[in-house]
Nanobody, 113 residues
Framework: QVQLVESGGGLVQPGGSLRLSCAAS????????MVWYRQAPGKQREWVAQ???????AYADSVKGRFAISRDNAKNTVYLQMNNLEPEDTAVYYC???????WGQGTQVTVSS
């Protein structure tokens, strides 16, 4: 019933930008905290950013100032704008409903020359 579908990943050069989307169904993103995580090969899952139902945002130190999380309630979609990308940002990016075990399938982001 609850489904999260990430999109927008791809291959980008260092310094480039991508905008990830997380389209939600079965829940309303406007009344739930929504969270972005990422996992690089051989590394543990890392919390990246979140936005709560009061539109308060928070970011990991590694992405603060470069990434921005936002939400479009009319589209029931959460976004992650990723600027000035670095090779260290290469990972599969997942969205999650806060306080739940509901995850999307992930979208691959590769930052490489």
């Amino acid at each position: 019933q609850v489904q999260l579908v990430e999109s927008g990943g791809g291959l980008v050069q260092p310094g480039g930008s991508l905008r990830l989307s997380c389209a939600a169904s079965g829940i309303r993103a406007s009344i739930n905290a929504m969270v972005w995580y990422r996992q690089a090969p051989g590394k543990q899952r890392e919390w990246v950013a979140q936005i709560n139902n009061a539109d308060v945002t928070a970011y990991a130190d590694s992405v603060k100032g470069r990434f921005a999380i936002s939400r479009d309630n009319a589209k029931n979609t959460v976004y992650l704008q990723m600027n000035n990308l670095e090779p260290e940002d290469t990972a599969v990016y997942y969205c999650k409903v806060g306080g739940s075990l509901w995850w999307g399938q992930g979208t691959q982001v590769t930052v490489s020359s």
